[in-house]
């Protein structure tokens, strides 16, 4: 997950849902699906992964969006990376359709909150930060 902070006029805009910020939050999602499959290709030594599923939602709030993302895979090795990107990417392109409107943009609370399955166990973020392992 990640967010996009803003100016409270350009989130009442995405959220009334014009045409246009329609068209940012649905090419976000577009873009955020792309990057989750271009991963390998992005970082050194990522290994390259059959993705199953790669959802990208978008919570609208008073003065950001929220990005959360949810990616599914029976591969080798974790998606975690890929959720990463795709929640980076999703954010860069808001950032990017909203800039010239808006220059107090920033992006920030990039992070796994959650992760299932895997050598490393199950595990999700606690209230305080901290890592809570689910498989004890």
């Given at each position: 997950a990640c967010f996009v902070t803003m100016r409270p006029e350009t989130a009442?805009?995405?959220?009334?849902?014009?045409?246009?910020a329609r068209d940012i939050l649905e090419t976000a999602r577009v873009a955020g699906?792309?990057?989750?499959?271009?991963?390998s290709q992005l970082l050194?030594?990522?290994?390259?992964?059959?993705?199953?599923?790669?959802?990208?939602?978008?919570?609208?709030?008073?003065?950001h969006v929220a990005i959360g993302v949810e990616v599914g895979s029976v591969d080798r090795t974790g998606v975690e990376m890929e959720a990463l990107t795709?929640?980076?990417?999703?954010?860069?392109?808001?950032?990017d359709m909203c800039k010239l409107s808006d220059p107090d943009l920033s992006i920030?609370?990039?992070?796994?909150?959650?992760?299932?399955?895997?050598?490393?166990?199950?595990w999700?973020?606690?209230?305080?930060?901290?890592v809570v392992h689910s498989d004890a």
């Open positions: 009442t805009q995405l959220a009334e849902g014009a045409a246009a699906i792309q990057a989750a499959k271009q991963t050194p030594l990522c290994h390259p992964l059959l993705l199953q599923d790669i959802h990208i939602a978008f919570t609208v709030a008073e003065d795709a929640g980076a990417v999703a954010a860069l392109t808001i950032y920030g609370g990039l992070c796994v909150w959650e992760k299932t399955g895997g050598r490393s166990g199950s999700h973020l606690g209230d305080d930060g901290g």
